[in-house]
């Protein structure tokens, strides 16, 4: 095997290192304080260096970037702790649309998703339906050339500065789940919207939207009527080669050594010297070291244009069950200074360890959950059978 | 031999379970959120005679023994309740022993003034990061190897922090000396604390597993009960097998204290540590099974997740008590060892 | 509550303590490491101090020996790592018959086993049926007076040394499955059967056993015919009381801190001294401690009548659970030295590190898996509804 | 970049998979447990060419790359291959890079007599339970500083151990120094050995996975495989994700030896110790889901339950190699940091 990046990616990394180092400055880190986890400035600097359209699959009119650069791309970001969401929404729907969306979608928000000049939403979670996307009950109603959808969505996380949601909706209540569902791409400031944050354990926001009557003509469907599962797939696919969660450890791992190089030892010396401390931090660098490969492999997989969709199972809950784990040892390392948060005027560099304590354990839960997940690689990769569920 | 409370101790458990279930219901613990103590829940326990009932009748207290103290520390952890009522028993407790006659002693059993501990022993007089020590009017604390008690004023605002709970530094290097070698008393009043916040942990531990379960059987994913998998049962099974053991090395631990049993300290930091994991455990497995709710701010289970964590972790790193409690029971002259 | 234990339960620990100084000799733990998890030697003085016999229920004709006395007695065995299954099955299928048997097997059987002068075994498990043991196969089929069985069990631990076994059979093939079995009491030397090793990764033995054309009096038979599912829940209601298992770890403990005691660290000192190897010596004192709360809760519950079963689950499952990890725990604390296996004439006191490592997996597994009793947990404790298993 | 093997590297590991399934079944890895060593085994593999695949063919060897011997390794790791086979071609890579001209070079690449590997640092001039040192004819090791290589004879016989591998004290106090300040080549040696053995652990991860998840689809209880319930299926999914990544590390760090890349002896520590705790687990999952039957001798699973823990332990405790490994990445002049 050969585990080194072709030249042109490696020449890639330097350049987003370069690009990450003048743009992601503690202004925009405090920014992403604010709990909407974006900024306007370094996303529209990244579309700006067509990092953006660059994504996007070369077949559907994109840059084609590789797979491989994306993952350095993502790789980066998230070394940098720079807020990569609204890039993978952005690229994610902007594919999708490209795939299956009809010609005024691909005209009127494709451009617009790309250039940054507008924010997507992702709109499959509801109240009843998290794991179980395919139960959606949000209705959508035809009426002539309209729709009239009626309903609400749970963590639709940027719809507060979004302009589009890509919106799942069951437009058959008489077929099994996965047959009666249909996509839409809506404009967040349509008449009968109502968004009200919800905000979490780690400050982030989030939100629910709720849909009252909102009236869209047809143009705005995305796909099949009643084909949303097949649309679903394909978004799928788009976002695991756009999904971040492999990197959560290394700031992480970071914070709490520049703690420890400073903060006394109950002995005298300084807490890095703490042999348990030290081995904590050896067993977490491994872990990312295993998350490396991990990503380095499904964008190989990518690459080669084979699935990856197990590895990326593999992947999310190798990383995220890592990272809690990483979250719960340095919090207790650090004792009571672990647990003084930020306050107001302290920057972004303090108390990062309190802050991802309580950001960790999400990470398990978004984007699949660990039990998903597990599921998953029982299934598909050590092929046992379907468990009741 | 006794594994059951008594009627006596059931009838203060049906008291006090009430009480917080009316005074402190989760909004109240997120309106105290900022100071991590509550002046009204304070307020009602002294009239409920909370803060003194374990301090000896002659002092004015309620002549209530550590085990009887126990069962309201543990329906005072169920609720998360806002306020320093172990740290306070404790320090009373260890003001009483050592000087009787402080002129603190009537306001404090009264709970008409705050103590509280420092748990760890202060630097160049500052003891750091002591619980409710955003409130408390007296701290006492182990300043150069003297039990000292200090008196500078509450600052009134806690150090935002993770468990939202009443931590300020305080200084104790003007404090009054209490005995000039004062560990052993200190000492004691750690033990009595660890024992106590043990049960306490056990209380938060309890509830944490019960709204996991409760809403693991509300919520459907794919027609079921989320709490029908066999994969969340048994991650439910062995936090909750963890959690039983935990209640029981924490009474153990009390009745040890209450009992002068030799292994007393020992019991003490042993309940102390386990019931830290095992809540924190409990808590994380109640979390992971609410799925994205419990992570919204309005689910009460990210309470109990934070405040497992802030709870265990306000005596110092897990690691450095493990060691010190190694020191302790693998001293070449120890009579411990595993199968003593 | 009071976690003192009564005066006479005291001055019951300190007399046997004071037995098993004088009986659990060098010799007894060789004997021990035979494979064969029995002392003759020591089992019969145990019977002559009148402990078999006292165990057994006064309303049965027992000596009545409070279930807190047990708890103590089998306590102080397995801090001394005396041998306790031969006790366990003496006073188990005593108390069956006692309660369930005939006249016959109450004259003949039970005066023998509670001497000691005879040992059983059980013979419930079979090679298609552990965890499962109401599938069992083995056939008795009526003839006349008599029953003709055949059949294998699997696990028949002791089998070998021992006078009789307590036999599942099904008697009825026709009817769901756990209605369909009977209980006999087999005597070992009976035309037909044949004992077969099945030695382990502990070098313990157990065994198969063959049931070919074995005929057998009806007299023999334990409990109605097709009745056998009530016999095995007196069984188990027996041996729940009877059951070790919660002290598996502090010889454990004490073999490691004899090792690090004298072995040298890498950079000097002595291992005993190691920060790491500390805290998981008293992680595992604290779990002994959580095992010895269990033990004294679950004996407390029996002495007052209560039920203990499901105590008697988290107690198996945790005290299982934890050795299996200090098992890990202590042989990497030992690297390679940890390695080294006893050999002849080392005397039982080497390589006891060892030898847990290779022992410690079946105690997750036998009298009750960690699975099923994590079931147990979920649905007796917990109230959550039966999984599809 | 090309994560999967070459052709050359599949036709390799098809040849030495049907070889080692051939010649290595279950029952001669229990016929060569005394001595942990087989030699007819040995034999046949000198046959094939694998003790000197990896030497330069300047020196009589294959001239493969180290990526090319750890396919061999992981077929030779899943088979729980009873030949000091890594430690021989990391010990003659060694002594050709110090001594090319040593006279046992032709006899030890062609497999006529065996070398191995101390892989700690002797003491006194004795290198305690060197794997392969039953048999070994020459032994390398580090001994006050100095690369050595010993020559007192083979014991030929182990000390009896945990993994029946072929353990024995080795004198190397009188041995011949290849390099007076040889601590550089002794831990490249040392560093191939970490990740060569990575990759055959994780081959024997791989097979003791295999034979649980086997197992499990056909065995039944209550009417059901017990691979079919779901708590069984997700402690299956953790071992096999953590396999998965086991894998990609190990091979990495056999790339960055092979390539000169400067993270090599990191990389090899680090696919070292991931491995050994993975291919632990593995073994451990498997095991379990066996029930009673994996318990039980005749039952392939508990040899590769005990072989897990003791093919990692030879290095040492765990502890002590993550405690090295983080003074290397954590020395304030370290380029390392995680997010490098």
Known sequence: ?389 | MRLEMTDDEIAVQEVFAGFFADQCPPDAVREAADLGHSPDLWKRLAEMGAPGMAVAVEHGGGGATLSDLAVVAAEAGRRLAPVPLIEHAVAVRGLIATDPGHDAVADLVAGDRIATLALRAAIEGEARLVPGGAVADVVLGLADGALVVGGDAAPGAAQANTGDLALANRTLGDGQTLAAAGETEWRRMVSEWQALTAVGLTGLAQEALSLGTTYAMEREQFGVPVGSFQAVQHGFANVATSLEGAVFLAHKAVWALDSGNADADRLAAMAFLFAGETAQACAAASLQYHGGYGYAEEYDIQLYYRQAKARTLVLGPPSAEYRRLADVVLAPDSTEGAAA
Chains 1, 3 share one sequence.
Not at chain 1, 34 to 40: A, I, K, N
Not at chain 1, 120 to 125: D, K, N, V
Not at chain 1, 169 to 185: A, Q
Not at chain 1, 206 to 233: I, P, Q
Request: charged fraction near 25%; charge should be negative.
């Open chain 1, 1 to 389: 095997m050969d585990f080194s990046y072709p030249a042109d990616v490696e020449a890639f990394r330097t350049e987003v290192q370069e690009f990450l180092t003048e743009h992601v400055t503690d202004a925009v880190l405090e920014e992403v304080d604010t709990g909407t986890v974006h900024s306007d400035d370094l996303h529209k600097a990244m579309a700006a260096k067509g990092w953006l359209s660059g994504a996007v699959p070369t077949e559907l009119g994109g840059g084609g970037m590789s797979p491989l650069k994306m993952s350095v791309l993502i790789e980066e970001l998230q070394l940098f702790r720079a807020p990569i969401d609204a890039m993978g929404v952005a690229i994610g729907m902007a594919s999708i649309i490209l795939e299956l969306g009809n010609d005024f979608l691909k005209g009127e928000v494709v451009p617009r998703l790309l250039s940054g000049d507008a924010l997507g939403a992702f709109g499959y979670s509801e109240p009843e339906s998290g794991s179980d996307v395919a139960a959606a009950q949000t209705k959508a109603v035809r009426d002539g050339d309209e729709w009239v959808i009626n309903g609400q969505k749970m963590w639709t996380t940027m719809a507060h500065v979004a302009d589009y949601v890509i919106l799942l909706t069951r437009t058959n209540p008489d077929v099994p789940k996965h047959k009666g569902l249909t996509f839409f791409i809506v404009p967040l400031d349509s008449p009968g919207i109502e968004i009200q944050p919800v905000w979490t354990m780690g400050y982030e926001r989030s939100n629910a939207t709720f849909y009252d009557e909102v009236r869209l003509d047809d143009k705005w469907r995305l796909g099949d009527v009643d084909g949303g599962w097949n649309v679903m797939k394909t978004a799928l696919k788009f976002e695991r080669g756009i999904a971040g969660g492999q990197f959560y450890s290394p700031p992480l791992i970071d914070a709490t050594i520049d703690w420890a190089t400073d903060a006394p030892a109950p002995d005298g010396g300084a807490m890095i010297d703490d042999p348990g401390l030290r081995e904590s931090l050896v067993r977490a660098m491994i872990d990312v070291e295993v998350c490396r490969c991990f990503a380095q492999k499904t964008a190989y997989l990518a690459d080669t244009g084979a699935p990856f969709g197990v590895e990326g199972s593999m992947t999310k809950l190798f990383a995220s069950e890592t990272f809690k784990k990483h979250s719960h040892w340095f919090m207790d390392a650090m004792g009571p200074d672990g647990l003084v948060k930020r306050v107001e005027g302290d920057g972004p560099h303090v108390a990062f360890v309190e802050e991802t304590f309580r950001h960790a354990p999400v990470t398990t839960i978004y984007g699949g959950t660990s039990e998903i997940n597990r599921n998953m690689v029982a299934e598909a990769h050590l092929g046992l059978p379907r468990a009741r569920r």
